[in-house]
């Protein structure tokens, strides 16, 4: 009997292209915290890779949000980025502001061909939904040498209710040629490339012409934006972000966790928090000094620094039969995906060239390495 071989249909894979310039565009990567937790002014506290930016007179918390079924039915998404008016601000000043952004590092925008006639159009696309109706502005920066901001206006229409807004950014919007003159160029380095602002309220010092590319630092939002922070019954839900070429969104770039994780990784990482945390091991260099390198995930962006939280007894390096407490860790350097640690110079009694482990042997003790912008 002969048989037929059948052949499968070809199914593009998009996990090869990386078409999203947006890194954690579907909010499952909270490393800070995922629990309600104050926005700060210029911090990242929540979402990875999302920058806030918080000066007004009011108060908000953001976290992440797991979705209904009804939620992913509709957005395609398992979670979203959740903010909460917890003091009204009902009077926005000329100066105050309240937005979120992310950074696109320069280098991934090599085929935008930003500064020559060549430039793409790009497509902006995300889930969005409010109680609080009107319309919204975001923000795309053109940053490195010269900066030129694009205000873009979308509009949440029904209260409570998943949205998708699709902006298009056109390299000429407001018959500019900005972007495709000389000066519009995005360097091949690991610096700032493009910003993209997301605005829930905006002084008037900041508000410009909708759709058309500026010089002006301060043409950021329009005065159509509305005030967000007018109310605490007031929410702000958003998922699915994507950035593309094209002058259409195409269906989100679904990639895999640990590919996710690691493009987060490459800016921010939590090496361990907690009692009894296993980190690395180490070795004495002196009789009371000792040094651990730790293995990062991704090789950083840039030179990192150190964050953590220390004090009395909140690391023990376990050595020769014994436990040595110390109270802090600082950082000798990183270089590629290697963070070289070490404890403070004469606080811990050991013998030099005894290898140990390192743990975190509190419940309150963190550390974490950023490379952010």
């Known amino acids: ?5 059948v052949e499968a249909p070809f199914v593009a894979n998009n996990f090869a292209h990386f078409k999203n310039l947006i890194i954690n565009g579907d909010f499952r990567i909270f490393q800070r915290a995922s629990s309600s937790t104050a926005v700060g002014n210029g911090t990242y506290s929540t979402a990875d890779r999302f920058k806030t930016h918080f000066s ?3 108060a908000a918390t953001s976290q992440q949000h797991t979705m209904s079924d009804a939620d992913r039915a509709t957005t395609g998404h398992s979670f979203a980025w959740q903010w909460d008016v917890g003091t009204a601000d009902g009077t926005i000043g000329s100066g105050q502001t309240c937005y979120f952004r992310q950074f696109i590092e320069a280098q991934n925008c090599s085929g935008l061909a930003y500064g020559s006639s060549a430039a793409k159009t790009l497509t902006l696309s995300f889930w969005v939904k409010s109680a609080k109706t009107g319309a919204y502005c975001c923000t795309i920066h053109k940053h490195d040498s010269t900066t030129y901001n694009l205000p873009l206006e979308y509009t949440i229409s029904s209260a409570d209710t998943w949205e998708h807004k699709t902006l298009v950014v056109s390299p000429t919007a407001g018959s500019t040629s900005l972007i495709t003159g000389s000066a519009g160029d995005i360097a091949q380095d690991n610096g700032k490339g493009i910003i993209i602002d997301w605005w829930l309220a905006a002084g008037s010092d900041f508000h410009a012409t909708n759709n058309t590319w500026s010089s002006n630092t ?18 702000f839900y958003i998922t699915g972000i994507q950035f593309e070429i094209g002058d259409q969104a195409t269906d989100f770039e679904h990639l895999p966790f640990d590919v996710q994780f690691h493009r987060c990784c490459r800016y921010f ?3 361990g928090e907690g009692n009894n945390v296993k980190i690395a091991g180490g070795a004495a260099y002196t009789a009371n000094q000792m040094y651990f390198p730790v293995f990062l995930p991704n090789v950083l962006r840039a030179a990192g620094s150190l964050n953590g939280v220390g004090g009395t007894n909140y690391f023990t390096f376990y050595a020769n039969n014994a436990a040595d407490e110390f109270d802090e860790v600082t950082l000798w350097e990183t270089r590629d995906n290697l963070a070289y640690l070490r404890s403070v110079a004469g606080t811990i009694g050991s013998t030099v060239g ?8 509190h419940a309150s003790a963190m550390l974490e390495i950023s490379a952010e912008f």
């Open 269 to 271: 990482y939590r090496i």
């Open 354 to 361: 005894h290898g140990g482990m390192v743990i975190l042997s």
């Open 1 to 5: 009997m002969t048989q037929t071989k």
């Open 56 to 58: 007004n007179d009011g």
């Open 218 to 235: 301060n043409h950021l939002t329009t005065s159509n934006q509305v005030n967000w922070l007018d109310s605490t019954s007031n929410d």
